[in-house]
């Protein structure tokens, strides 16, 4: 035999070796041949030709948020609310509270008052010495102020024979006249000056004359 013969042999038997071994080998642990080829393949499980599957959020309806309240918390926000300390509280406006009194002022605690019933006394006293004079008979007139009232009070004297005849009237201050009341009485001529000089603790009274003065 050649060498030339003898060096083809020699390596169609070292190529013939490197195919049988590996054969056996897979024969032997079947696995290796998978994962190779499970390796050699792309993964097309998590991509899709380079595209990332967007997340599509649920279509559940909105839940409102709960506020949970932490045990955290400071325990002047859950105690009841206190009641304000004595220093705190409003003092009462006592002066606001008191009783209103019903009764006119006096006559000289106003000045303006004053004037006003001064202005009325003169109005009211030439009023009833006018309506005496319609009258015959009346020798006498008493006007009087009524504090606590505040009213105007005239009482005509009518002689009568021996007695006098008490007309009262009262002032009504709308119409600016005199207006007749239902109270009236008989006087005895001897009892005419203790009569004209009496009045209520509450009045302000004069005397007049109606009788024009002679010239």
Request: proline content about 8%; glycine content about 6%; overall charge negative.
């Amino acid at each position: 035999m050649t060498v030339r013969t003898i060096l083809v042999m020699g390596f169609s038997t070292a190529l013939l070796i490197g195919c049988i071994i590996p054969s056996q080998e897979a024969l032997r642990n079947p696995g290796i041949s998978d994962q190779s080829q499970v390796q050699g393949k792309p993964d097309k499980s998590g991509t899709n030709n380079g595209l990332i599957k967007p997340y599509i959020p649920s279509e559940r309806a909105p839940v409102a948020p709960v506020n949970v309240v932490s045990d955290q918390q400071p325990v002047a926000a859950v105690l009841p609310e206190r009641s304000a300390p004595a220093s705190e509280v409003p003092e009462r406006n006592e002066a606001a509270e008191a009783p209103v009194s019903t009764l006119p002022a006096a006559a000289g605690n106003d000045s303006t008052g004053a004037k006003d019933r001064k202005w009325e006394d003169q109005k009211v006293k030439a009023a009833a010495t006018e309506f005496a004079r319609g009258l015959r008979g009346i020798k006498k007139l008493k006007v009087c102020y009524a504090v606590k009232e505040d009213e105007w009070w005239v009482t005509l004297y009518e002689e009568s024979g021996p007695a006098f005849e008490l007309k009262q009237y009262t002032w009504n201050r709308e119409q600016e006249k005199l207006e007749p009341f239902l109270v009236t009485k008989r006087v005895a001529a001897d009892r005419l000056q203790s009569d004209l000089a009496e009045h209520g603790a509450d009045m302000a009274c004069e005397v007049l004359d109606p009788t024009p003065a002679a010239h």
